[in-house]
């Protein structure tokens, strides 16, 4: 709240994250902006040499998982990660599925 009303940030620039930090559901909170939170969980690498950097990342000794809080009474968008095998769906029309379930959310 101090960023928000110290006039720094606006509400939806700010979010709360959770990191697990270990088994069982111990999680660590965060307060930061959606660029900084992206800037500072996310891997290095060098984008000039992507090929190379993605074969070479080393992963963290215990990567745990990432979260957005959702609070209450604050916008969210849904997220759906759509996909199939097109090897085992040879005649599946990805169109349209996707208009279908368009359809279905609507």
Same mark, same amino acid.
């Given at each position: 709240?101090?960023?928000?009303?110290?006039?720094?940030?606006?509400?939806?620039?700010?979010?709360?994250?959770?990191?697990?930090?270990?088994?069982?559901?111990?999680?660590?909170?965060?307060?930061?902006? %959606?660029?900084?939170?992206?800037?500072?969980?996310?891997?290095?690498?060098?984008? %000039?040499?992507?090929?190379?950097?993605?074969?070479? *990342?080393?992963?963290?000794?215990?990567?745990?998982?990432?979260?957005?809080?959702? *609070?209450?009474?604050?916008?969210?968008?849904?997220?759906?990660?759509?996909? %199939?095998?097109?090897?085992?769906?040879?005649?599946?029309?990805?169109?349209?599925?996707?208009?279908?379930?368009?359809?279905?959310?609507?």
């Amino acid at each position: 709240r101090v960023l928000i009303a110290g006039g720094q940030y606006r509400d939806r620039q700010v979010g709360v994250f959770a990191r697990e930090i270990a088994d069982g559901g111990i999680r660590k909170f965060l307060v930061d902006t %959606y660029p900084g939170f992206v800037a500072s969980s996310a891997p290095e690498f060098d984008p %000039y040499d992507s090929f190379n950097a993605v074969a070479n *990342l080393q992963a963290p000794e215990r990567p745990g998982n990432l979260y957005e809080v959702i *609070l209450e009474d604050q916008p969210c968008w849904w997220y759906f990660d759509l996909e %199939y095998s097109i090897t085992t769906n040879p005649g599946l029309d990805g169109a349209l599925v996707f208009r279908a379930f368009r359809e279905t959310l609507a």
